[in-house]
């Protein structure tokens, strides 16, 4: 009885994190029964299109003589349509990738992933098992990047970071004045900030109710991140995964969220 309802609890997160891949990769749902899917390797030291040729060429031998004839037409037709699409992606800096194609259904998809694992093919049905391990052990997360005025909010899935929001509060003026006139001005300045975190603690409360998302990260100067813990619910409290060293001033602030993210 414990297994059954073991794997039944494991089958109901699968489906969400499933869900979550859907949202951010939406042209996975236009997938047909006769797609190929690809699992390979990146190149750690950069793109090099030497290397890939050589993949792609270990995966078109492998499987050439496990196909039926219309499957092995289909990886004929697709796999150059991946391999011209990696040659514009160009990815770098993880350590595997998934790859998808099914031209009669428009789609064709490079999916970076977290982790290495097994380099395979299939002709059918989407393969989301591999990548349905990885989010099993990375889980999509919500990331906020926030200060006393601004903040910036962001999903984490597999190996990419997506903005998905940017929210202006009002401005929390400082001044240099003494006496009643400096303790009237930084109490105006304390509700301001508060005001602010609190509209973008009802956009993450929004966010995380989804379902999209099994943890939260927080970042920014730590007295703006401190207040903004303080504010959250208890239940999102407990989605708290932890802080990252990030600031909006950033010019590369997207990937300096997805390499504090990577697995060590």
Do not use: W
């Amino acid at each position: 009885m414990g297994t059954t309802l073991g794997n039944v609890t494991r089958n109901i997160n699968l489906n969400k994190y499933l869900r979550s891949l859907y949202a951010f990769v939406p042209s996975l749902k236009r997938a047909s029964d006769h797609a190929l899917s690809v699992y390979m390797p990146v190149r750690a030291e950069g793109f090099d299109a030497r290397f890939y040729d050589i993949e792609f060429g270990k995966l078109k031998r492998r499987y050439k003589d496990r196909l039926a004839d219309e499957e092995r037409e289909v990886m004929e037709r697709e796999l150059p349509r991946l391999r011209e699409h990696l040659a514009i992606v160009k990815p770098a800096g993880c350590p595997a990738m998934a790859g998808f194609a099914d031209e009669p259904a428009g789609l064709l998809e490079l999916v970076r992933l977290p982790a290495e694992t097994e380099s395979r093919l299939q002709v059918g049905p989407l393969l989301l098992a591999p990548i349905e391990r990885q989010l099993e052990r990375f889980p999509p997360a919500l990331i906020a990047v926030v200060d006393k005025e601004r903040a910036k909010l962001f999903a984490a899935i597999l190996d990419d970071v997506h903005p998905i929001a940017e929210l202006e509060g009002q401005d929390v003026k400082h001044t240099k004045a003494g006496g009643t006139s400096a303790a009237s001005n930084q109490r105006k300045a304390d509700n301001r900030t508060k005001a602010n975190l609190e509209l973008v603690v009802q956009r993450i409360q929004r966010q995380m109710q989804s379902g999209l998302y099994e943890r939260l990260f927080v970042a920014g100067p730590e007295e703006a991140r401190t207040e903004l813990e303080h504010l959250l619910p208890e239940p999102l409290r407990q989605k708290l995964a932890g802080h990252l060293s990030v600031s909006l001033d950033s010019r590369t602030l997207q990937h300096e969220l997805r390499e504090q993210l990577q697995p060590v």
